[in-house]
């Protein structure tokens, strides 16, 4: 089978995600890993904290804490939320691991001995109220491309437009909010982008019709915009230095690299980082040295970060002229917002993944961002919105189809699988709707189309309940026992399907509805076509219990209660 490298955003080190960066990124690359690991694929998912630049250095000092141990301990909450969501990365790194440091001054090394990297003076916004030189992002004004008054220095989040700061109007400092600014000279690194504008081009047109819309579109008019060189050093305490035996004066003025240079070099860190843990049984080259591999590479990430993905972080690696490997999907997101107005990490708008978790558990929210991920268009949040389809999908066409199964069987016919009669017309009507539902499902996931496959999903439960009011078991027992027994092992058979191909949304609750079963040497990944027609894999005779319920539905009082405590009106 395939080799996979699964790679999602590094969520940024500065404060608790919310679920707009939960399903923008890492939830579908977990939802993706699951489903490539049960079919047999090698797979790697590499995630990490992005723990680099101006913002770390100023939320440590806001809690009086050196950035180092600052970021320590913001890595192990956020690494704590993940685990609550069940996101199963190979491994979670950090991108001020040692190894991120001394990759990206090899590859920094690469480029300049290729002629990539350029040393120039150049004039800086340098703030007199805050007596420092400001990092691109902490420079706020207003975009001169679609006018949105909030744009940072280095993008536009509203147009997604990559900026300098000398392109704002009416600039301020992020920091003070003075706009007591001047321009100094000093000197940087640049990466020659413009050099390797055509080489970029070339590449993207191999790979862009492979990838989603969103992405290829956001490439393409970054390329057709024209590349830029772009400064790749920044002024601050808190990076990866600049290494001195290449950049003696620059490195003697503590430079370090700019954080979207060294960020996307950290998922080859971070890889490392995995590999040194068990040196002797995992080779970190292996994934990312194109002529030793076959590994196929998908990125997952927010459509403001696909700019830097499609373009830089390829630039970067091209200018090396070494055999790294390089995305071969880019699987973009569009927003999720709340309540029609945007997520907000500074503000604190909307909901954020630990109250999500505080509030309900994973599995909950994990299906509902994915049956509902912002693929082609933005979405909105609404509690309104959320309490249905988790009343409506989780609850009741799955979780009380598994109570209602479950309990009658044990009611009338004891704690093991019943025998009953063979199967009939409804049951081959029933396996022939499962297999193929299940073949689009498994299409769906293929082409990372994560709402259509949970549709897909939806209909599978929606089948078995179909069947389950065709034959009304409860009906069909007075006249029939055979018949009503027959029912409900076909019933628990797709139970017991549903455990196994649901796992990639709902893992726990997966793990839940396979637990129910004790079935010797229940080893299924998956499911075939035959299997799903046949729906036998469970024999008559197996010993189970009823669950507790899958999911609570959420009440009036739920809903009104979500809505006075984070908000729900209209933005």
């Not at 005779?541 to 009104?560: N, S």
Request: hydrophobic letters at 40%.
């Amino acid at each position: 089978m395939a080799r996979h490298l699964i790679t999602s955003a590094l969520p940024y080190i500065n404060g608790i995600k919310h679920l707009g960066n939960m399903v923008g990124s890492m939830l579908p690359a977990d939802v993706y890993s699951r489903y490539l690991r049960q079919r047999g694929h090698d797979v790697l998912y590499i995630c990490a904290t992005d723990e680099h630049g101006t913002p770390a250095e100023l939320a440590a000092q806001e809690q009086g804490l050196p950035v180092a141990e600052f970021c320590a301990q913001a890595h192990e909450q956020q690494k704590a939320i993940y685990d609550g969501f069940s996101l199963a990365f190979d491994y979670f790194g950090r991108s001020s691991s040692p190894q991120n440091h001394e990759i990206t001054q090899e590859i920094a090394r690469e480029l300049k001995a290729n002629g990539f990297i350029e040393e120039r003076a150049i004039r800086q916004v340098y703030s007199v109220t805050d007596g420092r030189f400001l990092p691109d992002r902490y420079i706020i004004g207003t975009c001169p491309h679609c006018g949105y008054d909030k744009a940072r220095g280095d993008q536009c989040e509203n147009c997604t437009r990559v900026l300098d700061p000398t392109d704002l109007i009416e600039p301020r400092s992020a920091i003070s909010g003075s706009s007591d600014l001047e321009v100094r000279e000093t000197k940087h690194l640049f990466l020659l982008q413009s050099t390797l504008a055509g080489e970029v081009e070339a590449w993207v047109d191999e790979r862009a019709d492979d990838w989603p819309v969103l992405a290829s579109s956001i490439a393409r008019k970054w390329l057709t915009e024209g590349l830029h060189d772009r400064a790749i050093t920044r002024d601050l305490d808190w990076g990866v230095p600049v290494p001195a035996d290449t950049w003696p004066d620059l490195a003697a003025e503590g430079k370090v690299f700019y954080v979207w240079f060294d960020a996307p070099i950290e998922y080859i860190g971070a890889t490392k980082e995995w590999a040194d843990q068990d040196p002797e049984n995992r080779d970190w080259r292996s994934w990312w040295w194109e002529s030793d591999t076959d590994v196929h590479y998908t990125q997952f990430m927010g459509k403001d970060n696909v700019p830097f993905h499609s373009v830089m972080f390829p630039a970067t690696l091209l200018g090396t002229r070494a055999a790294w490997k390089k995305v071969d999907v880019i699987k973009a997101f569009n927003w999720l917002n709340y309540y029609g107005g945007k997520f907000s990490t500074s503000q604190r708008r909307g909901v954020f993944t630990h109250d999500a978790l505080e509030i309900l558990p994973a599995d909950y929210w994990r299906y509902f961002m994915m049956a509902n991920a912002p693929e082609s268009d933005d979405s909105s949040f609404t509690w309104e919105h959320f309490t249905a389809t988790v009343n409506k999908d989780l609850a009741d066409t799955l979780g009380n189809f598994v109570n209602r199964v479950l309990s009658f069987s044990r009611k009338r016919f004891g704690d093991a699988v019943p025998e009953g009669g063979e199967p009939g017309e409804a049951e081959a009507k029933l396996g022939a709707e499962i297999a193929r539902l299940l073949a689009e499902y498994e299409e769906q996931m293929e082409a990372l189309q994560f709402r259509k496959a949970a549709a897909a999903l939806r209909a599978l439960w929606s089948a078995g309940n179909s069947y389950l009011e065709e034959k009304a078991p409860w009906l069909e027992i007075k006249t029939n026992k055979d018949g009503a027994a027959l029912t409900l092992r076909t019933a628990m058979n797709l139970i017991h399907l549903y455990a196994v191909v649901s796992e990639p949304f709902i893992p726990t609750t997966s793990a839940a509805m396979r637990a129910a079963f004790t079935l010797a040497d229940d080893t299924a990944r998956w499911v075939t076509a035959d299997e799903a027609q046949s729906l036998t894999a469970l024999p008559a005779g197996t010993p189970f219990t009823v669950p507790p319920v899958l999911f609570a539905k959420l009440t009036d009082e739920d809903l009104e209660g979500y809505k006075e405590r984070f908000g729900g009106q209209d933005a």
